[in-house]
C-alpha cells in the first residue's frame, strides 16, 4: 500500500486508478468504472498534473480527511 499524501487542507491525494471504500459514481460517468476518475467525490482538473502524465486530484469524501475539524 502507498503511503497517503493530503493537500494543505488535509484532503487526500488520490491518483486516477484509486479506490476506496466511500466510492460513489459521478452523475456524469458514461461507465462508471470503480475508481476515483469516476467517484462523484474527487475533481481530476488538467492542473493537477504532476509533471507526468498522471493526474491528481483530492478526495472531498469527509471520512477521508487527515484531519477532523469541527465547526
Known sequence: MEKRIYDENGLLVVKENYCCEHFEPDDGA?????????CK???FRTENRNGTSETLSVCNYVGN???????
Not at 458514461?30 to 469516476?38: D, G, N, Q
Open 41 to 43: 467525490w474527487s475533481n
Open 30 to 38: 458514461l461507465v462508471p468504472m470503480k475508481e476515483c476518475w469516476c
Open 65 to 71: 480527511t487527515n484531519v477532523a475539524v469541527n465547526k
